[in-house]
């Protein structure tokens, strides 16, 4: 009994196996793979099949219609004529590529006449017959890349994509078209149209849902806006599809600095600069965050760090300075300041965190002299105002000094503290030890 089953066993494997090769089989097999799109594996079974029986011509024009799924005419072509060699019946197969190869040739004559219709008559004809073959379509791309239709362009290079997602100049193309589509939008959001900026940004991601470069410009838009859950939503879209995007990382985190959400601003930071570690912002923000936190040490190694590897950052020196007058080393504080004044000569923040670390120290002149620096830059700003009257009256000039605390009252955050030191100087007796 043992014998017999053993028997029925390898008689049922051995005509599993048999089956299993039998060039039928694997050509349907490999059409099915086909219709689902898994080329690969349509082309393992294909040649399978020719290996059980070489001169199986449905196989050699099933590679050939392989071929055109894929946009390669050439290999079609050649597939086509083996196909006719094994087998005359497959002549009819082999004149349809004939009949594409003529119609491609017709279309690109017809672009360099200019004749752009007619161009497209010929692709489009094409496709009616083979709606599996790309390259049609992205010649019909081409042709309205030409005649500078771009939406119309992105559009086929897409179609062709969506045939054939590994078309190389299918690719290649919907990348140009996109990347017009994003200049555009930078230069609407340079100018500061930020609706036209959104619209173009959008059309990108219309064509290309990967295009990662226009989800971030969105992110940074929607920052500014002031819109931090939809910059966050963009900004997390952009790392869903490149996660080694360092200013991705960057941004997020200044939305969430933004947005008050410490913890998450220092975690993105911290991986931009993991990321790429000559970030300099990257390094200035987080520094800056430490030392809003009140963890000095870290804060200074981070800001350290970054002035040795940007010498010319000149915020990298600011937050130092600022770190050094938080824990009242004032003489460290002025060196780093005046470093950043000097690569920084734009910024009247870095002037007036001078001044104060200048006035701390009793340097009156120089004091004066960043404060100045300050008011000049910006007229409006109270703090300038109030550190130069604290300067004059630290040289004895009072009147001087209450003509600048008058400047400073008129800024409502500077207010309270103008209006002290008008009072002292008007009532010395009152501030007398």
């Known amino acids: 009994m043992a014998r017999v089953m053993q028997f029925i066993f390898i008689f049922y494997f051995t005509l599993g196996i048999s089956f299993g090769q039998d060039p039928e089989n694997l050509l349907s097999q490999a059409e099915n793979q086909m219709a689902s799109g898994e ?14 029986d070489p001169s199986f011509a449905p196989a050699l024009r099933a590679l050939s219609k392989l071929a055109l799924h894929r946009g390669n005419l050439a290999t079609a072509n050649q597939y086509s004529n083996q196909a006719v060699q094994a087998d005359e019946d497959f ?16 279309g690109r004559r017809n672009i360099q006449q200019g004749l ?3 161009a497209m008559k010929e692709y489009s004809a094409i496709l009616d017959v083979h709606p599996y073959f790309p390259e049609a ?15 119309g362009a992105a559009g086929y290079f897409k179609k062709a994509l969506d045939i054939y997602p590994d078309h190389a100049k299918a690719r290649k193309g919907l990348d140009n078209v996109t990347k017009q589509f994003l200049n555009s939008g930078n230069n ?6 930020l609706e036209k900026a959104t619209a173009y940004y959008k059309k990108a991601l219309e064509f290309d849902d990967r295009f990662y470069l226009a989800y971030f410009q969105l992110g940074v838009l929607e920052k500014k806006l002031g819109n931090s859950d939809r910059a966050i939503s963009y900004l997390n879209k952009v790392l869903e599809i490149k996660p080694d995007h360092d200013k991705s990382w960057f941004t997020l985190a200044s939305a969430y600095e933004a947005d008050g959400d410490t913890e998450e601003a220092i975690t993105h930071y911290a991986k931009a600069i993991d990321l790429n570690p000559g970030y300099a912002k990257a390094y200035g ?5 430490y030392a809003e936190k009140g963890e000095y040490k870290q804060a200074e190694d981070v800001l350290k760090t970054v002035t040795q590897i940007d010498g010319s ?32 000569d734009r910024d009247y923040n870095k002037f007036f965190s001078l001044a104060t670390a200048c006035n701390t120290l009793k340097d009156w002149e120089a004091g004066a002299s960043a404060a100045m620096k300050c008011t000049e830059l910006q007229k409006r700003f109270g703090g300038g105002w109030y550190e130069l009257g604290v300067a004059e009256m630290g040289k004895g000039n009072k009147t001087r000094a209450k003509r600048h605390f008058d400047e400073a009252h008129k800024d409502r955050s500077w207010r309270e503290m103008a209006a002290r030191k008008i009072d002292e100087i008007n009532n010395p007796d009152k501030y007398q030890k």
């Open 285 to 289: 923000n987080l520094g800056k965050l």
């Open 39 to 52: 080329l690969a594996l349509a082309e393992e079974s294909l040649q399978a099949a020719l290996q059980a």
């Open 91 to 106: 002549r009819d197969w082999s004149n349809k590529i004939t009949k594409i190869t003529e119609r491609i040739q017709n």
């Open 116 to 118: 752009y219709d007619e």
């Open 188 to 193: 609407a959001y340079k100018r500061g149209d």
């Open 313 to 344: 950052y000149a915020d990298g020196f600011m937050h130092l300075g600022i770190l050094y007058l938080k824990q009242e080393m004032f003489e460290l504080a002025v060196e780093n300041l005046n470093t950043a004044t000097t690569l920084d």
């Open 137 to 151: 379509a992205f010649y019909m791309g081409l042709t309205r890349f030409r005649q500078k239709d771009i939406e």
